[in-house]
């Protein structure tokens, strides 16, 4: 890795510095100020140095703000976060201290990530945002469910928590968002999913957007959007900064490969995926006794841990983290340039998650994926189904495919 002093100017480079790609940059020319947003919403955007809508933003920002039921596909990391948000909370009415916006996510991670954009977004609106998430004390939210809640960001099975327990009113919800709607269609969320749609008003905006969409997204569709605009701009699957590699290696050889590729790359930031909670440990007690710093994230963790290890890497106090697909959905870490499968993924799905951490909003970003015998029919059946190319990883990589 490169000298810590490099790696920290990283965080102080302007987003406009650095270089993009056709994924964001590919735009019709739009400007914030065309969509006739409320200026507080332009105020809070102009401190968050959003400069530019991106491609998905341009489509469906208008279509939120007309009040269209909504099914997008886009790419990890090219703004789907800001496409629904900012028209949402321009709806909001600032008078009416009810829930008029519900945003699902499948996440604990994902849903005090998402909340803490919307508050952003919100600065100068002075409406009450508010993230519920399993694993702490329902009485806590109760306290501030009596107060004003305008939007709600949280996952499926806490706000069936907070509707069999009758705590607040959603008569008033009119908007209900669903990011990464392909995971929260799964079998796992599909049964309260469907309960909270049925137990919503009738008359209610629906916007859906993830980056792939399986059948169960087309049969929720056809049972709930009715008349909806579909937006896709997935013609090709994985972000175009990010350059794919794979290393043929033996199970025992992995941790050495690791080691190797630490001293040759220049890591700004970097997560290590592993596919069990297991393996995650292991391979983070490994690292240390490398002598690198490391930190881990899965699901069995305790909720307030999992908070300070995810809020700490992406305030960049550290730069390796190893996780399960815990971290493969929506979350965005900017200055992460490199994502390591030091397992490989059982399906394509997974690996398009997960390479996505790196590469963010234009940004440039390699991936790197351990492949073992028993993986190469997953990595030719992954290559088809995406349509791209996972090269064999060179003696040397050049930097400039990820750094800069």
């Known amino acids: 890795m490169q000298d810590p002093e490099a790696w920290k100017k990283t965080f102080d480079i302007p987003n406009e510095d650095r270089k993009k790609t056709q994924d964001v940059t590919g735009t019709l020319g739009y400007h ?50 800001g496409s629904f948000l900012i028209p949402t909370l321009d709806k909001i009415d600032r008078k009416n201290p009810n829930i008029q916006a519900l945003i699902l996510v499948p996440t604990r991670e994902l849903t005090l990530q998402i909340s803490q954009v919307c508050k952003s977004i919100a600065k100068y609106l002075n409406i009450q945002i508010m993230a519920s998430v399993g694993g702490i004390s329902i009485k806590e939210d109760v306290l501030r469910l009596y107060g004003v809640v305008q939007v709600l960001v949280t996952t499926p099975g806490r706000v069936w928590d907070i509707v069999k327990r009758n705590i607040c009113t959603f ?16 079998d796992e969320f599909l049964e309260v999913v469907e309960k909270i749609v049925d137990y919503l008003p009738k008359k209610l905006q629906l916007s859906l957007f993830s980056a792939t969409f399986p059948s169960s997204v087309k049969d929720f569709k056809d049972k709930y959007l009715g008349e909806c605009y579909e937006v896709n701009l997935m013609e090709q699957l994985t972000l175009i900064g990010i350059t794919q590699f794979y290393a043929f290696v033996m199970e025992k050889q992995k941790v050495q490969c690791l080691n190797t590729l630490f001293s040759k790359l220049q890591i700004n930031q970097a997560i290590i995926f592993c596919n069990s909670t297991n393996r995650v440990e292991l391979l983070a007690k490994k690292i240390t006794e490398l002598g690198y710093s490391c ?11 999992r908070n ?17 697909d815990l971290c493969t959905r929506g979350i965005d870490v900017q200055a992460v340039n490199v994502v390591i499968n030091f397992d490989f993924p059982k399906n394509s799905e997974t690996y398009l998650h997960r390479i996505g951490r790196s590469g963010r909003f234009g940004h440039l970003g390699i991936s790197i ?31 400039t495919l990820y750094v800069g």
Not at 171 to 186: G, T
Not at 295 to 305: E, G, L, P, S, V
Not at 317 to 323: E, K
């Open 32 to 81: 914030w100020e065309d969509f006739y947003l409320k200026n507080d919403i332009l105020k809070g955007l102009t401190d968050m140095g959003w400069e530019s809508p991106s491609p998905i933003q341009e489509i469906s920002i208008p279509l939120g703000l007309a009040g269209k039921n909504i099914l997008a596909r886009a790419k990890n990391g090219t703004g789907k976060t």
């Open 171 to 186: 008569e008033h919800c009119n908007m209900l968002i669903m990011d990464e709607a392909d995971k929260l269609l799964s």
């Open 295 to 305: 930190f881990y994230i899965h699901a069995k963790m305790n909720q307030t841990d």
């Open 308 to 324: 300070k290890i995810f809020h700490d890497f992406k305030q960049g106090a550290f730069r390796v983290l190893v996780s399960s």
């Open 369 to 399: 994926s351990f492949i073992t015998d028993s993986d190469k029919i997953t990595l030719c059946k992954i290559e088809k189904e995406l349509e791209t190319e996972i090269k064999s990883i060179p003696q040397d990589i050049d930097s």
